[in-house]
């Protein structure tokens, strides 16, 4: 019973952090590297961005600042320009990805709510990289299948990051994957969906990740059988598998 009861403690201990959602088994570990290699690096206008979303009543839908970091350096190591962003929220890893690319870059980037990316707004202006966002208010499929009709639009976006209604992320990814150029990167976040991708079917889970749990089962299987893509799923934050488009 005692050691149910420490399980059962260090589990209620969990995702304390905003956006802590990363699958180590120790908060404590988690904790080491936030604070040893995260927070001191992190730009002061994401931690700005941060400590707002943290007072959201939604906030655990931001991106984790692990996560936000990975993100940034990616970004760097392949000399993003041109890139996209579905799902938005507060634009924490919006402007991870607006650090990193260089001045003429640009980032177009859709969500469904735009209040929540203005509770951000002022802190993106602030750190003075707005100018390199587009910002699209409403459903992305009907945006991206007007991209695809363009011919001139395949193949031109160097890095996407989709982080959105995970009922949509195969519908997402047929049209992405035309959209990327050869050697590109699209990362699709929350691909271990709290761990429940490898729960049993009667397990506890909160109704909605049972409900989008599927969805992201399918993706995971889509994703590892497409020869259009090489693969690799990471445990940062929620699971991100990064896709490098081949042909």
């Given at each position: 019973m005692?050691?149910?009861?420490?399980?059962?403690?260090?589990?209620?201990?969990?995702?304390?952090?905003?956006?802590?959602?990363?699958?180590?088994?120790?908060?404590?570990?988690?904790?080491?590297?936030?604070?040893?290699?995260?927070?001191?690096?992190?730009?002061?206008?994401?931690?700005e961005l941060r400590e707002v979303t943290a007072k959201?009543?939604?906030?655990?839908?931001?991106?984790?600042?692990?996560?936000?970091?990975?993100?940034n350096m990616l970004l760097k190591l392949i000399n993003a320009k041109n890139t996209m962003e579905i799902g938005v929220y507060t634009g924490y890893s919006l402007l991870a990805?607006?650090?990193?690319?260089?001045?003429?870059?640009?980032?177009?980037?859709?969500d469904i709510n735009k209040e929540n990316y203005e509770l951000g707004l002022p802190i993106i202006e602030k750190a003075g990289v707005a100018h390199k966002i587009d910002f699209r208010e409403g459903p992305a499929l009907p945006v991206l299948d007007?991209?695809?009709?363009?011919?001139?639009?395949?193949?031109?976006?160097?890095?996407?990051?989709?982080d959105a209604d995970k009922d949509n992320y195969i519908n997402y990814h047929k049209r992405l994957i035309d959209l990327v150029k050869v050697g590109g990167l699209i990362g699709y976040d929350n691909t271990l969906w709290n761990g429940s991708v490898v729960a049993p079917p009667d397990a506890p889970l909160r109704k909605y990740v049972r409900y989008y749990r599927d969805f992201v089962l399918e993706l995971n299987r889509a994703l590892a059988a497409?020869?259009?893509?090489?693969?690799?799923?990471?445990?940062?934050?929620?699971?991100i598998t990064l896709c490098r488009r081949i042909k």
């Open positions: 005692a050691a149910n009861g420490e399980e059962q403690q260090t589990q209620a201990g969990r995702h304390q952090e905003v956006g802590h959602k990363s699958l180590l088994q120790s908060d404590a570990l988690y904790q080491y590297i936030l604070e040893t290699s995260v927070y001191p690096r992190e730009p002061e206008s994401m931690k959201h009543p939604w906030n655990i839908m931001t991106t984790s600042a692990d996560e936000g970091q990975f993100l990805t607006a650090l990193a690319i260089p001045d003429d870059g640009k980032i177009l980037a859709m007007l991209l695809v009709e363009d011919k001139k639009n395949h193949g031109s976006f160097d890095f996407i990051f989709v497409d020869p259009r893509v090489e693969i690799c799923m990471l445990p940062v934050g929620d699971g």
